[in-house]
């Protein structure tokens, strides 16, 4: 999952992929065309527990809705039940495992580019889909550019990107994260082309069988609702 860390960090930690201005404070890319309605996101909601379509109203519409799900119940589904938490003042998105939610800092709720936002929202919700499926969202026996979990989540953003515009250029800003050298992002990018081009998932039948289920919190958050 993308993004758990994100905040100004050291330039040596920055992957050259991404110029030093979209690394630190809170946006990656900075694009500036008009997003479509099914992309923008609702930035006005209090901290607290939202549904997914809270935050985005309209995105049912959204072509890469189709990636993410093929099968329409699926996503109708998965669109109902997803629920958002905006809490905390670090870190970028999670998935909350245990509530199941989408765990969204407030900083960067506020104050993130509209493009990064929509696209980590997109990431985030496929991570709900292979959570429902029996996936370790946090395996620890595969690289996190290898997890098959990640390269989906980030082929879902990547698709879309490019579909709304963005330049290779952008594309690695998007992807770059503090704790990703140069070479992480360059494997994750090869994973994720040979997957939009009708490939496997890397790792898949590992990270079907024998996993640990993993939870963690990247910053505390408060409990799920006892009614939930």
């Not at 905040?7 to 404070?25: D, F, H, K, N, T």
Request: with cysteine; aromatic share 8%; hydrophobic share 45%.
């Amino acid at each position: 999952m993308p993004h758990l860390l994100r905040g100004v960090v050291a330039p040596s930690s920055i992957s050259p992929l991404a110029p030093p201005q979209l690394c630190y404070g809170l946006s990656r890319v900075d694009f500036v065309a008009a997003l479509p309605p099914y992309a923008r996101v609702v930035r006005s909601l209090a901290p607290g527990e939202h549904p997914f379509v809270a935050l985005l109203p309209l995105v049912a519409e959204s072509p890469a809705l189709g990636r993410i799900a093929t099968s329409p119940h699926v996503r109708a589904a998965l669109l109902e039940r997803a629920r958002v938490l905006i809490s905390g003042e670090r870190g970028y998105a999670f998935v909350d495992v245990e509530a199941p939610r989408i765990v969204l800092s407030a900083h960067y709720y506020a104050g993130g580019s509209p493009l990064d936002l929509y696209l980590d929202l997109l990431h985030e919700l496929t991570h709900l889909r292979q959570l429902d499926e029996g996936f370790d969202l946090w395996d620890d026996r595969l690289e996190y550019v290898d997890r098959p979990t990640e390269v989906e989540g980030y082929a879902v953003a990547v698709e879309e990107g490019r579909r709304l515009g963005l330049s290779p250029a952008d594309v690695g800003a998007h992807l770059s994260n503090p704790w990703m050298k140069a070479a992480d992002v360059e494997r994750l990018l090869t994973h994720i082309d040979a997957f939009l081009a009708g490939g496997p998932l890397p790792n898949l039948e590992l990270a079907k069988h024998g996993a640990s289920f993993v939870v963690r919190h990247p910053w505390r958050v408060p409990p799920p609702s006892p009614s939930r």
